[in-house]
């Protein structure tokens, strides 16, 4: 399809479309995602102090069908001989026991190196991304950086980051996190996107409406984001109508993330890989 108007991100964006949708293949869902979905949100704290972690506990509905999941976000510090400012992130699928306690699945993640410039909250993330490992079984393995860059699904993932059409803010909420209450702000994100293609039957148009609502503190890790909802809906139409031919049905996907626990004291459970 051609865009005809403002053309809103997809909900893959950036490091773990590529990483963990693309390349761990488990039954674990990719949440970190959305925490970098909105890193170029200007009104969002960035803490990249080495160290600070958090955990996020994830539901997917689309379709009639709803998956849940649970993954650790944790910024490091670079590996000794890395240019200042640059950092590590480790993802990790989480797994809970019958008491509710979390803890990493062994061996599985993605060990990303990421240049310093992300502080910059600027450009395509993936041009910052210098190097990737993913574990899988307490194996790693290289990620080529070009493969990535060529593949048409993963470069387009990584290379368009969310853009809101309309930034509209909303009253305070409270929010208990690990035993600890925030009084968090809380903002609605928009964006439109209009494509169409042309048939031999006629010309089919889709819209898409992006909108994603995030609470945040700036006592909270990473982006501070305690909790986030995106909801993206799409229709279509022929023009003009066809008798035999009826556009997609129209589709809802909504996508929940919450912030369960987090802290400022984690180590490497990766590593770069050899």
């Known amino acids: 399809m051609k865009p005809t108007g403002r053309r809103s991100s997809t909900s893959r964006t950036a490091l773990l479309a590529a990483c963990l949708i693309v390349v761990m293949g488990t039954s674990v869902p990719a949440r970190a995602l959305d925490l970098f979905t909105l890193w170029r949100q200007s009104e969002l704290p960035l ?135 925030f009084l968090c702000r809380q903002l609605v994100l928009s964006a439109r996107d209009t494509q169409s293609v042309d048939l031999p039957a006629g010309r089919m148009t889709q819209w898409t409406l992006h909108e994603i609502t995030v609470a945040f503190d700036a006592g909270l890790p990473l982006l501070g984001v305690a909790y986030a909802a995106e909801r993206i809906s799409s229709r279509s139409t022929f023009d003009p109508p066809h008798p035999r031919l009826r556009p997609p049905p129209p589709r809802i996907r909504v996508e929940v993330m919450e912030l369960v626990d987090f802290g400022c004291d984690a180590t490497s459970l990766l590593g770069r890989g050899h």
């Open 47 to 181: 803490d990249l102090a080495p160290g600070t972690w958090a955990d996020y506990r994830s539901q997917v509905m689309t379709g009639g069908r709803s998956e849940t999941g649970l993954t650790r976000v944790a910024c490091l510090a670079a590996p000794r001989g890395e240019p200042d400012g640059s950092r590590v992130f480790e993802i990790v699928p989480l797994q809970e026991d019958e008491q509710g306690n979390l803890g990493p699945v062994p061996g599985s993640g993605v060990w990303l190196l990421v240049s310093a410039d992300i502080a910059r909250r600027e450009g395509d993330l993936l041009d910052l991304v210098q190097e990737a490992w993913q574990w899988e079984d307490g194996r790693a393995r290289k990620l080529s950086l070009d493969s990535m860059r060529e593949d048409p699904l993963a470069a387009g993932f990584l290379q368009r980051g969310f853009e809101a059409d309309s930034v509209e803010h909303k009253g305070p909420a409270t929010r208990i996190i690990a035993g600890r209450q």
